[in-house]
């Protein structure tokens, strides 16, 4: 899950405030029987009750929902057309809470399966997610006092809006795209560069992040200054990346 410092902040918040409400868990055959609209709220209620404490759970859901794919969109969208910080009817501690989760569904979605910004309904949540942005500074979320975990609204706002600039831009896979070519490759992109290339396949095949599984790496020739190697993510099988950046230069050229 990205975005960690926040969803600290905000767990704790959560956690403590609603540990004595109950959401019983759903069997995997329950959740494999529901609709995508169903379980994109089971995630986003379980979030608002537990944050992300239960990671098997977690893990569960994010994978039916990951096989639903665009179906879930719509609902997802909706949930974060919910949460308007500026009203006082629709700031609640819930609507936060679902809103945030619905945000990393998408990034989800965004870095699995399909660009979000090359779909109809795609862009419908990325201009969701916008507006959101556009909410919370209206209701002041960047000028939040960040001393106190109980005035985490900054966290909150400067998280959707990176969310909201990967969705248009580079997303977490295309790093790791980015960290495979000059690890495998010795091939290094800058980000405008790397952007570039990322459209062209966007253009060919926006389902390209469904091209390779990632991995974890340690480079044994790059340490830190306590000695240990750097540790990256990296692409699981390069060859069809490698293979679109060359026909990519030779287009260019």
């Not at 929902?65 to 009203?87: H, K, S, V, Y």
């Not at 960047?142 to 909201?164: C, F, G, I, L, M």
């Not at 580079?170 to 980000?191: E, G, P, V």
Request: hydrophobic letters at 35%; glycine letters at 4%.
């Amino acid at each position: 899950m990205k975005r960690p410092l926040y969803s600290l902040f905000f767990g704790i918040l959560v956690f403590g405030s609603v540990c004595g409400q109950v959401n019983p868990h759903k069997s995997e055959n329950e959740i494999s029987q529901m609709t995508p609209d169903q379980r994109v709220q089971e995630y986003s209620d379980e979030y608002y009750h537990h944050a992300f404490w239960d990671g098997d759970y977690i893990d569960m859901l994010n994978k039916y929902i990951l096989q639903d794919g665009t179906r879930a969109l719509l609902a997802i969208t909706q949930i974060i057309n919910e949460f308007e910080p500026t009203n006082p009817k629709a700031n609640s501690r819930e609507r936060d809470a679902r809103a945030f989760a619905g945000e990393a569904l998408l990034s989800q979605v965004d870095g699995h399966l399909v660009r979000l910004r090359s779909i109809p309904e795609g862009r419908t949540a990325i201009d969701a997610i916008t507006h959101l942005v556009q909410r919370m500074l209206a209701a002041h979320f960047n000028t939040a006092d960040v001393t106190k975990p109980e005035h985490s609204d900054r966290y909150r706002y400067q998280a959707t809006r990176d969310e909201a600039a990967e969705l248009r831009g580079l997303n977490m896979f295309d790093h790791t795209m980015q960290d495979t070519f000059r690890i495998q490759y010795k091939i290094r992109l800058s980000d405008k560069q790397l952007l570039g290339f990322v459209n062209y396949l966007i253009s060919q095949d926006p389902r390209y992040p469904t091209w390779s599984d990632v991995e974890d790496y340690k480079d044994m020739r790059n340490r830190n200054a306590a000695g240990n190697p750097r540790q990256y993510v990296i692409l699981t099988n390069a060859a069809p990346f490698i293979n679109a950046f060359r026909k990519y230069k030779r287009a260019a050229n």
